[in-house]
């Protein structure tokens, strides 16, 4: 999906609503978690490189107690402690779903035919264009609307990098991102707007997802308690965990970490098992594997499976809210699965969260 983010690092650990920077590598340090040199794309906190996790989620909890101003416990699933309680509500659109990523419509088209209103934003002008002709009665019925803006924290215009060879799916802010595998790129300009105004014009969505290639926390950051949406999706980037508290902070409990080849739910083995062994075998030898050109997409094609008949499409976000596979965890569960799944591996590299009020 295209990305758009500000060129700004994140704040500090003293500006940051709970000091989220400063707390994950709190937690990494907790953990024993090696880090690499490095900085995850856009922010300044260090990329975590987990090659096996050293502790059960219940010791997560307990270290992740320091990342907000509220203590967070293991609670099993469905029964996390919320670590934000909004004041006051503002109404929400049940019927309206914000399609943060829009890409080649896939998702805007199951939203919509599931029912909804649809509001659009895409920062690439060729995905708007395409999606202007393949909507045209939506659009012309009022029930979709479509953005060509960049989402930022703060309105503008700038300069956004297409990616050229592959359908301009990493197409970004950051011309670094636009042109991984050495794509070549060239620059638009863009208009900048963030959630929050698009909230304030069309309504506090039903449902939020935000898909913009390493720039999610630009949304994210942007959600209110007071006009936060019933559920919010976004792609688990490596080195970004401070995302998914980032939602916890706005009021969010309930948490579901879904496999994207397969939009299964995914949990690690248990630790000390027999699964929990093989399984880190197995991650020795895909590292090894991956690095046999050509082999790991050859792997994603194989591996995608089809979608159910009336379902999401298999190059879509997949189902949404509670009909997401499998029951709803707490937030320690889900950050401990995050930490396990999250990288580079031949069989995955696309992971969703999926969280709920």
Known sequence: MTCFHEPTKLPNARTTPTGLPAAIARLQHRMAIPAFAGTSPGGTVPALQLLRPRRSPR?????????????????????????????????????L???????????????LTRGFRVVGVDANPAMVACCEQRFQAEIRDGRLILLNVGLAAEEGVASFFVSEGNGGVWSSLDPVLASRG?????????????????????????????DIEGAEHVCLRDIEPTEA?????????????????????????RFKLIDQLTFRQVLPPPLHSVGSATATLSRLVKGQLRRVPGLVRAVHLLRREP???????????????????GPWRSVEEVAYAWLYYVRETITSKWYDVHAAR
């Open 59 to 95: 010791d997560t909890a307990a270290a992740l107690n320091s990342l907000c101003g509220e203590r967070v416990r293991h609670a099993g699933p469905g029964r996390a402690r919320p670590l934000a309680q909004p004041r006051e509500t503002t109404t929400m659109e049940r019927d």
């Open 307 to 325: 979608a159910p008949a009336g379902g999401p499409s298999a190059m879509s976000s997949g189902p949404m809210a509670e009909e997401t596979d």
């Open 229 to 253: 949406p019933a559920y919010v999706s976004f792609e688990a980037s490596e080195g970004r965990l401070e995302d998914l508290f980032l939602l916890a902070h706005a009021g969010y409990t």
């Open 182 to 210: 050495d794509l070549a790129t060239h620059s638009v300009a863009v208009q900048a707007r963030s959630l929050r105004s698009l909230v304030h014009e069309y309504g506090v969505p039903f449902y939020l997802k935000v």
């Open 97 to 111: 779903v914000f399609d943060i990523g829009v890409n080649n419509g896939e998702d805007t088209a199951y939203y």
